[in-house]
């Protein structure tokens, strides 16, 4: 049974004001740390008193001192662990809640929308189209949803990164998860959330991790550790297309189309497609046998980081500055068609480049002629 604010300040309910009170002055006199009392408990007796002052019968919930804040963090590290915890765990629920219903709708093939959340928690809208399609409406923040079927995104996907237990994952075991005019609604994927399409593509927005310094668990003074929460996005069988990566990022697929990569980055895939002119120095990029890598932007491949790793699936790895100092005069004859757009000192300029897999494992073989293609 629930305790409500009479019984705490340990009068009968429908006390009038005088006796609310009298109960509240005899306890305070008691618990009073002033007194040697407990403090906690104190504090406890004088909410009951304001609650009844105001009729309100029973204490907040966890849940509503949260709601009224409106705020998921506090003054400390401790209250705000403590507030999103709570809200990871509410919402957690609700995923479940969710995918339970979508999968009853699934298996009657069915069409039908409700909301899940609140307007503390965050609402969003999963509706189950005629084409089996699920449409999600608002800020995914915590928690799982498996479905078996493409799934169509209006809003950003977050995690909470203060706890593996409620980490956002989104299951797809087929179809496409795809977000509604990513760039123009400038959605975002981040924070360590983790989308996973078994059979289709992920076409998405930004994405961005993150990475920050939390004290030393042991209580060292001054020093502190990294903390990773790695935002990742799987596809193996399909593509994915995004925007911008950035700041602690995994994508893998067979095929990953993106603008630019910054600040640890790892990509793994058959065919990478980089439209932007951005690589920073810390991005990995590991190639499937017999895969490419592309160029698109019309600028010097200087303006790429030359620390950039390349690794093949047998384990050889090579910097981007062992393929931008190889000079390409002695390659155009054989495999440059159009040579006018080079010139006999360059390294890899122009309009865009390829790199192949074969050209990345016979890099640096004495034998033989080279096998480096430039352009497409």
Sequence with gaps: MVENNYDILEI??????????????????????????????????????????????YPETDIEKLRKSRVYSGDSEEDIRRKNRILGQELSKEMQTAQEWAAALNRSNSTASRLFGSKTLGEIELERKANGALSIKGNFMAGELSYDGPIIMQGNVSSPSWTEEFRTKIHLTRGDFKFVNPIENK????????????NGNAVIG????????????EGRVGIYLNQENRTQILAPRGKIIAENAVNTVY??????????????????GREILLYGSKVTYDVIIELKKDGIIKFFESFSVQGISNDVKIRLENGKEIRLFDIKTKKIKDLADEFVPNKSNYHKDDTMVGKGFTITYQMLENLNKKSGKSRWKIGF
């Design 12 to 57: 009968v309910e429908g006390s009038t004001e005088k006796e609310i009170r009298n109960g509240f002055r005899r306890l305070a006199l008691q618990f009073h740390s002033d007194r040697g009392g407990d403090n906690e408990q104190f504090i406890k007796i004088k909410q009951a008193y304001e609650d009844l002052k105001i009729g309100k019968k």
């Design 251 to 268: 994508l893998e697929a067979d095929t990953i189309i993106a603008l630019n990569l910054e600040d640890d980055v790892k990509i793994r």
């Design 187 to 198: 959605y975002k994927i981040e924070n360590g959330a983790k989308i996973i399409v078994d």
């Design 206 to 217: 930004n994405i961005f991790g993150r990475k920050y310094k939390v004290q030393d668990p």
